[in-house]
């Protein structure tokens, strides 16, 4: 079946230092999103990204979405101890309109 | 507008004991998904539902009923718990943009604050 694998498991960044998270996919998405998941909560809807190559930025985050709609990644500029959390990629197929693959997330830490 | 709440927020249970989880939302979607969530494996779907009275399987469906009487609500059983069923799960609810089709359709999916299940 479809697989949406994420590196790193785990970063642990000095605040202020950039953070990457990358996302593949073994299939062409229709789209991908974003969810940002804080210690002890439920995860909270970033962004989608549709178009092949897209690219959408929110302040510090960096989003991109591949040429080929199968890799993904969000990048973290100048990193705070607020955006302590799990980040998650969830892509959807092709073929379903409201089902999503999420990714194994990528718990990020910040050292104030 | 309380968006998704579920119930309980914390249960243990001894293996063999049955439970119902309840999801509820007051933002009219059509779409509530069951997710659960282990340590190092992300969000994996039980079971969905595209409208009321329908359920599909999702992921990992094994061990786990749903139903979906009314559309706020989506029910999820467990009629003979075991330890491996020892997670935090999720309920989430989503709509769709009409007309812009599945490649443009803007789901976010809206998240309740989980529960916490432990199983011995």
């Known amino acids: 079946g479809q697989q949406v694998m994420q590196i790193p498991q785990y970063q642990h960044v000095q605040e202020g230092e950039d953070f990457t998270t990358y996302c593949n996919s073994s299939t062409t998405l229709s789209n991908i999103q974003w969810y940002k998941q804080r210690p002890g909560g439920h995860p909270v809807f970033l962004i989608q990204l549709v178009k092949s190559g897209e690219v959408k930025k929110q302040k510090r985050l960096t989003f991109q979405f591949g040429e080929a709609k199968k890799n993904s990644s969000l990048h973290i500029t100048a990193t705070q101890t607020t955006d302590v959390g799990t980040y998650f990629c969830a892509g959807r197929n092709l073929d379903s309109s409201y089902k999503l693959i999420f990714g194994s997330g990528t718990r990020l830490l910040v050292r104030p | 507008n309380a968006g998704v709440t579920q119930t309980p927020k914390f249960r243990v249970l001894k293996t063999g004991q049955s439970m119902t989880l309840l999801c509820a939302q007051d933002m009219n979607h059509e779409y509530m998904y069951w997710y659960r969530q282990d340590p190092g494996m992300g969000l994996r779907l039980i079971h969905y539902s595209v409208g009321e009275g329908t359920t599909a399987k999702g992921e990992v469906p094994d061990g786990y009923n749903v139903s979906r009487l009314k559309k706020q609500n989506f029910l999820l059983g467990l009629e003979s718990a075991a330890p491996s069923q020892t997670s935090v799960y999720f309920c989430?609810?989503?709509?769709?943009?009409?007309?812009?089709?599945?490649?443009?359709?803007?789901?976010?999916?809206?998240f309740g604050p989980g529960t916490r299940l432990t199983v011995l």
């Open positions: 989430a609810s989503s709509y769709t943009v009409q007309g812009v089709g599945p490649s443009g359709s803007y789901n976010e999916q809206f």
